[in-house]
């Protein structure tokens, strides 16, 4: 790779086409592809590098409590949750109806962990969602009445989902 074309990828923050370039280059020429397949797998390798970053990001401002996902609950110790219901709720469809999902039961039934599990399936399918205690969306209520009320709501709106634990 020559000085000028790391400085550029650099300049234009192609970070995962300048960790991959040689790799790829050394590739190119041992399968003998085109310039062109050459070209679309430094960029496809670029997208997925800022998807995987954007969908990073995603999760850490929605500040779940675990990375807590539906393919790893355990659906066997909890037999009174109905696991066709909640993989259907994972098809996202409540969101675009803009309906609510309301999971109640005694503590430590897995309400936390299905809920987190559905948040990380709608961050995942680019959602912006929120998850906060009640008791803290009380508080930010509560200290938001004297001018900041119109700044809280504005930021809840913005959301696709959220989650209140």
């Not at 954007?54 to 355990?74: C, D, V």
């Not at 066709?84 to 309400?111: C, D, P, S, Y």
């Not at 299905?114 to 930010?140: P, T």
């Amino acid at each position: 790779m020559t000085e000028e074309l790391e400085q550029l990828l650099k300049n234009l923050q192609l970070r995962r086409v300048l960790e991959i370039y040689d790799e790829q280059l050394r590739a190119a020429d041992q399968d003998d592809i085109s310039y062109s397949e050459f070209v679309t797998r430094l960029v496809r390798a670029q997208w997925q590098a800022r998807q995987e970053g954007a969908l990073e990001w995603r999760i850490r401002h929605a500040n779940l409590p675990e990375r807590w996902s539906l393919e790893t609950f355990p659906f066997a110790r909890h037999p009174g949750v109905n696991r066709k219901q909640i993989h259907g709720f994972a098809e996202l469809e409540f969101i675009a109806k803009a309906e609510n999902i309301v999971l109640v039961g005694e503590t430590g039934r897995g309400k936390t962990g299905l809920a987190c599990g559905l948040l990380l399936k709608a961050l995942e399918n680019g959602c912006r969602c929120q998850f906060i205690k009640a008791q803290n969306l009380f508080d930010d209520m509560y200290a938001s009445l004297d001018r900041s009320t119109r700044q809280l709501r504005k930021r809840l709106a913005r959301l696709d989902v959220l989650l209140i634990d």
